[in-house]
């Protein structure tokens, strides 16, 4: 299978991020790939599907967490992927970070059956796909302020995104947004939903995708305090009348 893809660009990637990767996750890269190329035929997963943009844009783009969080590599931590989609940044991290504990959550029960396909030909352990809002799932035992980590690649406003994703996180834990821009205005308008939430902002670490001019910006709001009982609110409201 190696041999049917030009991965260097890939590894060379990886290494900008202090990352060696193996044979093997090389191969489990790619059986992902050819799924999500083979699913992506009759199911909207993601308009980009040219195998170098998809290393690029969705595997190397989903391991930038490593650069916010360093000690993925030595840390066994739990880690929650709200909105997924098609497994970014939840299935990347797994396969380089084996050690993590992963949770990813959907809105979209079909792209659910896409995310079990791949946990299962990858052979990947400690990792579950769940159908559910996160307006729901925050709200219940077991998952309410019970992660390490919250990652999101959704678009969405920060304001929205918090009160998604800071009720997952423990005190101490990290809730972390992957954006595609600056954000500066955006974090002005989120500052008080994140506060209310029991989040404060921690950093801003931005930097382009390796070789090329891709910009990144990886959003860090550390959880100070228990996000109040209240929050998130019902299915709908966060996106609709963001916290201000």
Not at 70 to 86: Q, W
Request: charged fraction near 30%; proline fraction near 4%.
């Amino acid at each position: 299978m190696l041999n049917s893809y030009d991965c260097d660009s890939f590894i060379k990637g990886l290494e900008e991020f202090h990352i060696e990767i193996s044979e093997k996750q090389i191969d489990q890269f790619i059986l992902y790939y050819e799924l999500l190329v083979e699913w992506n035929s009759f199911m909207n997963l993601t308009a980009i599907t040219e195998f170098d943009d998809v290393i690029k844009k969705h595997f190397v783009d989903s391991v930038s967490l490593v650069k916010a969080i360093p000690d993925l590599n030595v840390k066994e931590y739990t880690l929650i992927d709200i909105g997924t989609g098609a497994g970014f940044p939840g299935i990347p991290l797994k396969i380089i970070f084996p050690g993590l504990k992963v949770v990813l959550l959907d809105s979209l029960n079909k792209r659910i059956s896409f995310l079990d396909e791949v946990i299962n030909r990858l052979e990947l352990s400690d990792i579950e796909a769940f159908h559910g809002r996160a307006e729901e799932y925050a709200k219940m035992k077991g998952y309410r302020e019970a992660f390490d980590l919250c990652v999101s690649r959704a678009v969405a406003n920060l304001s929205t995104l918090s009160e998604y994703c800071i009720p997952f996180v423990k005190k101490n834990g990290y809730f972390i947004s992957y954006k595609s821009e600056k954000i500066k205005e955006e974090y002005e308008d989120a500052e008080k939903a994140i506060n209310i939430l029991g989040g404060k902002y921690e950093n801003q670490i931005d930097f382009y995708l390796p070789n090329s001019d891709i910009y990144r910006n990886l959003f860090v709001i550390k959880k100070i305090k228990d996000t109040p009982s209240k929050y998130p609110r019902k299915a709908g409201l966060p996106s609709k009348e963001p916290i201000k």
